[in-house]
Structures are given as structure tokens and as C-alpha cells.
Antibody
Framework: QLQLQESGPGLVKPSETLSLSCTVS??????????WGWIRQPPGKGLEWIGSIYLSGSTYYNPSLKSRVTISVDTSKDQFSLKLSSVTAADTAVYYC?????????WGQGTMVTVSS | EIVLTQSPGTLSLSPGERATLSCRASQSVSSNYLAWYQQKPGQAPRFLIY???TRATGIPDRFSGSGSGTDFTLTISRLEPEDFALYYC??????????FGGGTKVEIK
């Protein structure tokens, strides 16, 4: 059964870059026609799509975050990654990695990232 | 961008009752590509429904989705104790660009 697991620092300083990775296990990131994406959820708030990547390398970003987001994929490691630059306290959230053929059918457990000095 | 509005914000019901959750889109959702998720505190969302009405694998048949165009509904026929949670709708008609509704909390009355 395919599983996703986020990893990365839980604390990031303001103005720095948030970097997270998502490791795919129980299957290959290269099998099937899927998008691989990132969703975030600030404490006590709703879900926000950050962006997604296709295996071809094509990327799609939320317009509100586009200038600060980079998503990449490393098929040799069955991983994809998120970088969010120039973070502020508003970027404090639980970050989820997801697989989406359309709907988000597989989710990672999520990782809490706090932006604070 | 398609904006999804969920109502009500909170639904207070008793176990065994029927829950009806609404999700309204600011414009028609292509091919009724509308999904529903359940989220409990401290957990990742759980995939419930896709294509507006198709249950995901392993989802009990007390959960049903309906609707088309701009108006969609999630119905829980008889609430079980484990169904009290937050529910989100999400459109993927513009996939991979996605949007979510603001959520409906189903709480115990």
C-alpha cells in the first residue's frame, strides 16, 4: 500500500527558506499518471493547495504563493520536495504531501512547521 | 479561481441522525470533479468521495455524495460516533490547480 511521509525542519526563521521532502514508500513515484502535491493547513484554519508536480517535471503553483514556491521531484529516490522562500509567521502550518490523480487519494500524516525566530 | 462555499459552518446533531452538508461553487465544476474529505483533530484528511458521488475505497455506504454543476451535497445517513468531525469539499475540475471549501464541523448535540 502506497504511503507518503513528510520530513524536514519543524522550525524555520523568518525570511529563511522552508524545505520539506516527501518520501513515497510501498510503490514507485514513477508508476501511474499522477500529480504529486503539497497542501498546508494553518493552526485552526482550512486547507490550502500550495502546488503540484507531474513526473514530466511540469509544475503548477497556487498564484498566491507562486513567487516563493519551488516543487521538484527525484524519481531515483522516490521523493518530491517543497521549498518556500522568504517565510513569515503566516506560513506556520501543518504541511501535507499528497498524491492526486485528480482528487487527493493519498495523504502523508503531515508535518508541523513553525516560523519563528 | 473557483471558490467553494460550505454551509452550514457547524452542524449540531445526535448520533443516529441524518447529516446534510452543502458545498456551493462560484462557477460550474467541470465534469462534477468534486471531492469530500473528513478530518479529525490531529489527523490528515481522509478521502471520502470523488466525482461528486463515488465513494472511495473502504468508505461506509452511510456516506453519499450528490449534486452537479455548482451545488453539491454530502449526506451521512445515520451518524455514528466516529463521524463527528470536520468535512471539506474540494474541486479538481481545474486540476492540478485545486481549491477547497472552508469546511463544515459536525458536532455532537
Amino acid at each position: 500500500q502506497l504511503q507518503l511521509q513528510e520530513s524536514g525542519p519543524g522550525l524555520v526563521k523568518p525570511s529563511e527558506t522552508l524545505s520539506l521532502s516527501c518520501t513515497v514508500s510501498g510503490g514507485s513515484i514513477s508508476s501511474g499518471s499522477y500529480f504529486w502535491g503539497w497542501i498546508r493547513q494553518p493552526p485552526g484554519k482550512g486547507l490550502e493547495w500550495i502546488g503540484s508536480i507531474y513526473l514530466s517535471g511540469s509544475t503548477y503553483y497556487n498564484p498566491s504563493l507562486k513567487s516563493r514556491v519551488t516543487i521538484s521531484v527525484d524519481t531515483s529516490k522516490d521523493q518530491f520536495s517543497l521549498k518556500l522562500s522568504s517565510v513569515t509567521a503566516a506560513d506556520t502550518a501543518v504541511y501535507y504531501c499528497v498524491r492526486h490523480p485528480g482528487a487527493l487519494d493519498i495523504w502523508g500524516q503531515g508535518t508541523m512547521v513553525t516560523v519563528s525566530s | 479561481e473557483i471558490v467553494l462555499t460550505q454551509s452550514p459552518g457547524t452542524l449540531s446533531l445526535s448520533p443516529g441522525e441524518r447529516a446534510t452538508l452543502s458545498c456551493r461553487a462560484s462557477q460550474s465544476v467541470s465534469s462534477n470533479y468534486l471531492a469530500w474529505y473528513q478530518q479529525k483533530p490531529g489527523q490528515a484528511p481522509r478521502f471520502l468521495i470523488y466525482g461528486a458521488s463515488t465513494r472511495a475505497t473502504g468508505i461506509p455506504d452511510r456516506f453519499s455524495g450528490s449534486g452537479s454543476g455548482t451545488d453539491f451535497t454530502l449526506t451521512i445517513s445515520r451518524l455514528e460516533p466516529e463521524d463527528f468531525a470536520l468535512y471539506y469539499c474540494q474541486q479538481y475540475g481545474t486540476s492540478p490547480r485545486l481549491t477547497f471549501g472552508g469546511g463544515t464541523k459536525v458536532e455532537i448535540k
